[in-house]
T-cell receptor, first 113, second 114 residues
Framework: DQQVKQNSPSLSVQEGRISILNCDYT??????FLWYKKYPAEGPTFLIS?????DKNEDGRFTVFLNKSAKHLSLHIVPSQPGDSAVYFC????????????FGTGTKLQVIP | EADIYQTPRYLVIGTGKKITLECSQT?????MYWYQQDPGMELHLIHY???????EKGDLSSESTVSRIRTEHFPLTLESARPSHTSQYLC?????????????FGPGTRLTVT
């Protein structure tokens, strides 16, 4: 049973436009959400996170939105740049314990120059 | 800048061989993790450790074993490799306290068992 779902395996966006990556989760107990970026032949790199007590977190060109009632979060990248081309993983975590992180299957973003 | 290292980066090995995948971090993190990832799939946690002499199995059943004798070192061993073990193995670490759950990942080891 996949608790974190990224239903779009790929996304293509023109340079300078907005990229919107979506993620749905099923476990209402998740209280911390993260986005990771992964380039080929490299490990994932942490990008941005959001606590369940917030509905928005912004860091430069990256903004994550959380809709708890819909169990949905999204990552907005504005403006998109060719260097943003990578696989983006959504992840969710439960506080306490060993900080288990559940990952989605990833969305491959291609930013076209 | 995260400093977590994995060796080898790529490994092709025959069935039945014993292998050890190395993972080291220089950040002094107490928590370390091993994930397995197949192409187009999510990362599956196979082992984790709270600290020295602490190891636990993750969500995905794995025939591999781990050890944590030193804080900075978290090797993974397969006693007898099989083709079904072909995958990418990612090591990660994180701090034990605080509200942030960011894990820092190594570059991964791509294992192919023939």
């Amino acid at each position: 049973d996949q608790q974190v779902k990224q239903n779009s395996p790929s996304l293509s966006v023109q340079e300078g436009r907005i990229s919107i990556l979506n993620c749905d989760y099923t476990n209402s107990m998740f209280d911390y959400f993260l986005w990771y970026k992964k380039y080929p032949a490299e490990g994932p790199t942490f990008l941005i996170s959001i606590s369940s007590i917030k509905d928005k977190n912004e860091d430069g060109r990256f903004t994550v939105f959380l809709n708890k009632s819909a169990k949905h979060l999204s990552l907005h990248i504005v403006p998109s740049q060719p260097g943003d081309s990578a696989v983006y993983f959504c992840a969710a975590s439960l506080s306490g314990g060993y900080q288990k992180v559940t990952f989605g299957t990833g969305t491959k973003l291609q930013v076209i120059p | 800048e995260a400093d977590i290292y994995q060796t080898p980066r790529y490994l092709v090995i025959g069935t039945g061989k014993k292998i050890t995948l190395e993972c080291s971090q220089t950040m002094g993190h107490d928590k370390m993790y091993w994930y397995q990832q197949d192409p187009g799939m999510e990362l599956h946690l196979i082992h984790y450790s709270y600290g020295v002499n602490s190891t636990e199995k993750g969500d995905l059943s794995s025939e591999s074993t781990v050890s944590r004798i030193r804080t900075e070192h978290f090797p993974l061993t397969l006693e007898s490799a099989r083709p079904s073990h072909t995958s990418q193995y990612l090591c990660a670490s994180s701090e034990i306290s605080g509200g942030a759950y960011e894990q820092y990942f190594g570059p991964g080891t791509r294992l192919t068992v023939t």
